[in-house]
Structures are given as C-alpha cells and as structure tokens.
C-alpha cells in the first residue's frame, strides 16, 4: 500500500470521530463519495455553525446581502430563516476559513494577536468595514473594482470570486500601506511602520 493511499484510508477512519458521527458517503456531482458528509452542516466547526449560516444567508446584524456556499449541500431552518448550507466535501477551503478564522471575526483582541503573528508591526486589528459592521475578518470579499479580473465579459463582481478572507490592522506610525499575506489569497490591509516598508522594498528590489 502507498503512503498516499495509508494516509486517505486513516483519515477516513477518522471521519465519524471529527465530524459528529457522520460517517461519510455523501453526494458530490451525483455519486457517493467517502469524504462527503451526509449531513453537510457538520462540516461547519459546532459553535460557530449557526452564526456562520445567519452570516452566509444575509440574516446576520450587519450583514451585506446572501453569499454563496461552494458546492452547497442543501438548506436547513437557523433561528426562523431557511439558510442554505456548505458543501460536505471535507477539503473545501472554504469551509476551512470559516471554521479557523470566523471565532476571530467579533474577536478583536484574537484577530491582533493573528495580525502580529503575521506582522510584529501590527499594534491592533481594525473592522474592515467593507461588507458588514464591527467585524475583524470578512469572508467573500469584493472592492471597489475588478483587481483580480473579477470583472469579465461583462460579469459583475461576486463575492467569493477571488478572495475567502480579509483583515485589517494599523501600526505605530507612518502611513496606510498594504500588505498580502499567507496562502488562499487572505489579504491582510493594514498600516506598516516606516522600518518594514524600507525592509520590504529591500526584499522586493
């Protein structure tokens, strides 16, 4: 046996133990697949899952309008509104935002600490204020225009596009700058001090 198949067979042994008892052999693109839960809601991390579907669904304070789920699972009743659910698939990055980023979201003295993690020179996180109010870190993020050709043929911009997370942050001194970090397209926007732009632009050039 390779190591690769060893590996995918231990994991899903592991399948019911992780995700509250769901064994697995749900549908994706019409077949049963054993990394698929059957109960897609169970891919959501337990005591952020409800918030996350308020959120997604457009039913949360503060909230801009509905997201979509990649590869929804179907829908389910949270708190009186039908919210549509995430995709059982157990390696959708999406969901793995979701569930290690989304208790920073509300969280402003975890989402600093995870800011100067990335960046020393980060004092403290700021709300990014783009799509919903009072929140560290964003999900589905779209700007003010097509900087990653979101915009083609016409199309307008959709959230989700071309970027699962964002969070800001500010510095000491010096002036806004901005700051992509970490795999997965997370752009961290924030103010940098005047030593790690001139160490940056040293890397750059």
């Known amino acids: 046996m390779t190591y690769w198949k060893a590996q995918k067979e231990q994991h899903l042994r592991q399948l019911a133990h992780l995700f509250e008892g769901d064994p697995g052999g749900g549908k994706f693109n019409g077949q049963a697949q054993p990394f698929v839960l059957q109960a897609p809601e169970k891919n959501l991390f337990a005591p952020i899952r409800d918030e996350v579907l308020l959120y997604f669904n457009g039913h949360l304070p503060g909230a801009d309008g509905r997201l979509r789920f990649w590869r929804s699972g179907g829908e389910r009743v949270v708190a009186g509104?039908?919210?549509?659910?995430?995709?059982?698939?157990?390696?959708?990055?999406?969901?793995?935002?979701?569930?290690?980023?989304?208790?920073?979201?509300?969280?402003?003295?975890?989402?600093?600490?995870?800011?100067?993690?990335?960046?020393?020179?980060?004092?403290?996180?700021?709300?990014?204020?783009?799509?919903?109010?009072?929140?560290?870190?964003?999900?589905?993020?779209?700007?003010?225009?097509?900087?990653?050709?979101?915009?083609?043929r016409g199309r307008s911009l959709?959230?989700?596009?071309?970027?699962?997370?964002?969070?800001?942050?500010?510095?000491?001194?010096?002036?806004?700058?901005?700051?992509?970090?970490?795999?997965?397209?997370?752009?961290?926007?924030?103010?940098?001090?005047?030593?790690?732009?001139e160490e940056a632009r040293q890397q750059e050039g």
Not at 93 to 121: E, I
Not at 172 to 192: D, N, Q, S, W
């Open 81 to 152: 509104h039908v919210c549509s659910l995430p995709t059982g698939h157990v390696l959708s990055s999406q969901v793995a935002c979701l569930n290690h980023l989304f208790p920073l979201s509300r969280d402003g003295k975890a989402a600093t600490l995870l800011l100067q993690g990335l960046r020393p020179d980060m004092v403290e996180a700021l709300p990014v204020g783009i799509h919903a109010r009072d929140m560290f870190v964003e999900f589905e993020v779209t700007g003010g225009g097509s900087y990653l050709n979101e915009e083609q």
């Open 158 to 197: 959709t959230r989700g596009g071309q970027c699962h997370i964002c969070g800001c942050g500010h510095e000491r001194t010096g002036h806004p700058g901005e700051h992509p970090a970490v795999p997965h397209r997370m752009e961290i926007y924030g103010k940098l001090s005047f030593q790690a732009r």
